[in-house]
């Protein structure tokens, strides 16, 4: 067991906590001083366990076959599937459990045994799944078949502890079958997301499968209780408890509908793809030739499709971003996030308004402005590729987790283009469902306007965008920090929807759209009427002055429109006031089934 304490513990205490640790949980423990230490400060062995009476029992021959054949189940697939994990680059399944969940393995294929399983893992479910059809012990087989061999039927599941969480886990066996599926196992899997639709714990799913069995099909396929229940199951899921998922190899049709059901997907560089067809089936469907990764892979779900979260660079990191990103959720419905030690932002707020240009227009990165809000080193952010004119991360600030969904002016100037209208709206419902606060933080032009987005269905995403802000009933928090035109403030948690506040920075501005679009839309012909040029560009700076002191945040603040202009200096300070004061605020939606809308 891994433990985190400050980085200002001692040795003595270090190692009194480690000592305490490991007699209460009866497991080894290493005590790590602050989140980034690499070697522990203190370790602990359980003690000895001492019986009040002697007894010359111990194990007999039945207990040591069975310990032989738990010994061979877990070794996995045939040797020869197990030395090409090496040449892909990835880890046998069961050195990837110690990764998660003991103390890291040896970046090999190890020698898994009855004694040296995940210190972290609780217990497995289902070793024996298929045993009787082809272990050399099974009455059913008259010859052990080495390639044919079927440890755990290829999935591994069972409960582990991860970074102090509890929490149920899946993991295929590349080495049995590619991974794929077939009745036992799917019958495994079917129990574990029951049981933790009823135990309310976090899922973790380890994925590296081909899909299902096509040879097997019968029994598993559209059965009640088949493959078709995983999806159902993953349904009712959502928003019960956290649910992430992490790609290790291609993950074909029924495989690739588990990581885009997820609540959250990490893929690997190098390794992870998922499609709906492999290139073989494309080709014969369509006539397209086309590579794996092309078709499915890292840069296509990150950039393009959106579906995927998160890319690491290998094993190791898909973990730290797990470890990362589950510290900003609760187990459960209902829960609040946890909460950690509050840090000082990485820069300065007294920056924030130099920062921000005055010319509505001219880009600053938002990113810039989260370090002068945010805890040092706190802002994680999702689909960082995707919709890139939004920007959607986790972040903690006095070390509240909040989630924030902020406009991003170097990239088209912040205007909302379909794919980013989505990635925000599926943000903010899943923030919603997992009780965390939301933080906007408005600089946009408003939604793109063109042939191509009406094409891609900007109205439509848009919609799902303002449903999702309308609906969520966590504490809302939003800033105008420079421009909010047209229906952009709608979307970004305006005054109209309900937030607990919306303050402005100096800078803000809050109209149906900018100056420059103002002055061509109302003005255009009595400009034009204008033949002396300078007279002309003069009346149009009249114009454009006029109209900004219109739509100025000092005009907003007078009519009442926003609660409160702030100091940019001060914005840190007065969003953790009013998230504090707001935290148990009670909100809610009319009484009905549900909306129509997502």
């Not at 690997?268 to 006539?287: F, H, L, N």
């Not at 903690?396 to 002016?409: E, K, L, T, W, Y």
């Not at 903010?428 to 042939?451: K, R, V």
């Amino acid at each position: 067991m891994r433990v985190h304490v400050g980085a200002a513990a001692t040795d003595e205490e270090a190692a009194a906590i480690a000592e305490a640790m490991a007699e209460h949980f009866g497991v080894a423990v290493d005590v790590y001083a602050g989140e980034n230490a690499d070697e522990p400060l203190a370790s602990a062995e359980p003690p000895e366990v001492e019986y009040p009476l002697e007894d010359d029992r111990g194990p007999t021959d039945r207990e040591a076959a069975l310990r032989d054949e738990i010994d061979d189940i877990l070794q996995g697939g045939p040797e020869k599937y197990k030395d090409r994990l090496s040449e892909q680059g990835k880890l046998f399944v069961r050195d990837r459990l110690d990764l998660w969940f003991g103390d890291g393995g040896d970046g090999g294929v190890g020698d898994a045994s009855t004694d040296d399983a995940a210190d972290g893992v609780r217990f497995e479910d289902g070793k024996f799944a298929h045993f009787d059809e082809w272990h050399p012990n099974s009455p059913d087989v008259d010859e052990y078949d080495e390639g044919n061999r079927l440890p755990a039927d290829g999935l591994i599941t069972g409960a582990a502890e991860f970074e102090g969480r509890d929490l149920h886990f899946m993991a295929n066996d590349f080495t049995v079958k590619a991974g794929s599926m077939a009745g036992r196992g799917v019958e495994k899997f079917l129990r574990m997301q029951q049981r933790a639709l009823k135990n309310g714990k976090p899922v973790l799913y380890l994925m590296d499968s081909s899909g299902g069995r096509i040879d097997q099909q019968t029994g598993f396929f559209a059965n009640r209780e088949g493959i078709g229940k995983y999806y159902y199951n993953h349904s009712m899921l959502s928003g019960r408890v956290p649910q992430i998922c992490v790609l290790y190899g291609p993950c074909i049709a029924g495989a690739a509908y588990t990581p885009v059901f997820a609540d959250f997907t990490v893929m690997v560089e190098g390794m992870s793809a998922m499609a709906i067809a492999s290139p073989r089936m494309v080709k014969m469907v369509t006539g397209e030739e086309i590579e794996m990764d092309d078709l499915g892979g890292p840069d296509v779900h990150a950039k393009h499709s959106g579906s995927a979260d998160l890319v690491a660079e290998d094993e190791q990191h898909a973990r730290d971003l797990v470890a990362d990103l589950m510290s900003y959720l609760p187990d459960k419905a209902g829960e609040k996030p946890p909460r950690s030690d509050p840090k000082p932002p990485t820069y300065s707020p007294d920056g924030i308004d130099e920062l921000i240009p005055e010319a509505p227009n001219r880009p600053y990165d938002v990113h810039d402005l989260l370090e002068r809000i945010c805890d040092a080193e706190s802002v994680f952010e999702l689909k960082s590729e995707y919709g890139k004119e939004i920007v959607t991360a986790f972040a903690r600030i006095d070390g509240r987790p909040v989630g924030v969904v902020a406009n991003q002016p170097t990239e088209r100037s912040g205007a909302i283009f379909p794919d980013a209208a989505e990635k925000a709206a599926e943000f903010i419902w899943t923030c919603d469902a997992y009780e965390i606060p939301l933080l906007y933080l408005c600089d946009t032009p408003g939604f793109m306007a063109g042939s191509q987005v009406e094409r891609d269905a900007i109205l439509e995403k848009g919609k799902k965008f303002i449903y999702a802000t309308s609906s969520a009933t966590v504490p809302k928090q939003t800033v105008v920090v420079r421009k909010a035109y047209g229906a952009g403030i709608y979307a970004m948690g305006g005054p109209a929807y309900e937030p607990e506040s919306v303050i402005g920075l100096p800078s803000g501005e809050i109209g149906i759209m900018g100056p420059e679009a103002a002055i061509n839309a109302v003005y255009a012909n009595k400009l034009a009427e204008i033949d002396d040029p300078e007279e002309r560009a003069e009346r149009e700076d009249e114009l454009r002055e006029e109209y900004r002191r219109d739509i100025d945040i000092h005009r907003m603040a007078s009519e009442v429109v926003i609660d409160e202009i702030v100091p940019p200096s001060k914005l840190r300070e007065e969003l953790t006031q009013r998230f504090d004061f707001y935290e148990g605020i009670e909100k809610s939606i009319p009484d009905k089934k549900h909306g129509t809308v997502l």
